[in-house]
């Protein structure tokens, strides 16, 4: 059949919108590597703080609980609003909230003004994730476990380049020289403006559409949904608190038990944030095509062994354990979250914005509590507890499968 000349236009335009929302996921995935680098300072300034300020593992865990719980708590409500009032420039007005934060920051001489800092920081974040998460399922074209994991990819990029950064910056040169990361908070801000054009002109791509139920996918009741939700939070519970093991107090530990420096501690950090970064885009796609019910069972269950054998390995294999634990958790999340999106469909945004914050809030949460263990107790004794977290993972056999059958 020949192609018309009215045809031609029309092939033309369908490639350019093709084009123009590949742009929007590199573009968002781009930003969250932005602003996950900014946020990742924080936790790779622990021992610069807890040695200028005399602080203790709870005060450090305090740092984290204020960061997270303000991320967390607005995170539902944010996702919950815009639902019902899309706001494309919010993601800007986020960042400026980090952008003030970061400033506060690099200017704290005293454990309160720590804290208001990296609370102002995690308003930014309750703004940017459920809103930029929506962005990346408007922009995915149906491919929502590739959106997702390219969008993620982009925060765990920005993780695990904190730690060197801080290794490289404020370690040798102090804590005033975070100021310096602010400009990429006002690149992010330009950035974010553009994408909001993007956004304000696509709206109609998020609103509900009927969900028609195919023979072949399982009907699920209210209440197996909300007990799949729960099974979904519990699983968030284990993937995070065992992360915040990793991101709150794995430098610690390395000092402690293998007396390295802090310097050294951070590049170790950065090696387990990468593969972090570098396992976060397995799980979407995998997922897309095998399932996302088996992506979250070997994920979270296959992390058990690895994470058994940390507390009692050499340095060397400290190292190489934590790549392995790393990439396997990682691939977790995107599966989760897309996995809840399908569960209930209609609300992108609450369910991003209740699952972000719920794994702000875990993380926080479980630094706190990690951190009053580790003054009770030891470091060590922290990865001991810690090692069995992922077996919870099992809980993983309850959830219903939602994949078409072949």
């Known amino acids: 059949m020949e192609t018309t000349f009215t045809d031609q236009p029309k092939a033309a335009a369908q490639q350019v919108a093709q084009q123009t929302v590949l742009s929007i996921l590199l ?13 990742s300072l924080i936790p790779a300034m622990y021992p610069v703080l807890k040695d200028s300020l005399k602080l203790n593992f709870t005060q450090v865990g305090l740092i984290t609980l204020t960061f997270q719980m303000s991320a967390s708590l607005l995170q539902p409500l944010v996702g919950l609003y815009t639902d019902k009032k899309p706001q494309p420039y919010s993601l800007a007005i986020g960042m400026g909230f980090t952008l003030i934060g970061l400033v506060s920051l690099s200017m704290a001489h005293s454990f309160p003004m720590v804290l208001v800092s990296v609370g102002l920081v995690g308003i930014g974040s309750a703004v940017f994730h459920p809103e930029a998460s929506r962005l990346a399922y408007m922009a ?12 993620q990819v982009g925060g765990n990029a920005g993780s695990s380049l904190g730690p060197l950064l801080a290794a490289m910056v404020i370690v040798p040169f102090g804590q005033f020289h975070v100021i310096w990361f602010s400009v990429a908070a006002l690149i992010a801000i330009v950035i974010m403006l553009n994408i909001s054009k993007w956004y304000l002109n696509n709206t109609h791509r998020i609103k509900p559409k009927k969900v028609v139920q195919q023979p072949d996918q399982p009907t699920l009741s209210n209440t197996r949904i909300v007990f799949s939700l729960g099974i979904l939070l519990v699983l968030i519970f284990s993937k995070y608190f065992y992360m915040a093991s ?20 951070q590049v170790y950090l950065f090696i387990f944030l990468f ?6 885009f397995i799980g979407g796609p995998i997922g897309d095509r095998i399932g996302r019910k088996y992506v979250i069972w070997i994920s979270i269950l296959g992390v058990a062994p690895f994470s058994l054998l940390l507390p009692h390995a050499t340095l060397m294999w400290t190292a190489v354990l934590s790549v392995f634990i790393g990439v396997i958790l990682s691939s977790a999340f995107s599966a989760i979250l897309v996995y809840a999106q399908e569960l209930v469909p209609g609300k992108v945004g609450m369910i991003a914005g209740l699952f972000f914050g719920l794994a702000f ?17 030891s470091i060590s004794y922290v990865y001991e507890v810690c090692a069995y977290l992922p077996l919870i993972g099992i809980l993983t ?7 078409k059958k072949k």
Request: aromatic letters at 10%; charged letters at 10%.
């Open 140 to 151: 995915s074209g149906g491919k929502h476990g590739m959106a997702q994991s390219l969008f």
């Open 397 to 403: 056999a309850l959830l219903p499968n939602l994949e």
């Open 27 to 39: 573009a968002l995935s781009f930003t969250h590597f932005l602003n996950d680098t900014m946020q």
């Open 246 to 265: 990793m991101t709150s107090y794995y430098t610690f530990y390395l000092m402690d038990r293998f007396h390295v420096s802090v310097q050294s501690a």
């Open 361 to 377: 809030g875990m993380a926080g949460v479980g630094s706190a509590l990690l951190g009053r263990l580790a003054d009770a107790t």
């Open 275 to 280: 593969a972090v970064a570098a396992g976060t």
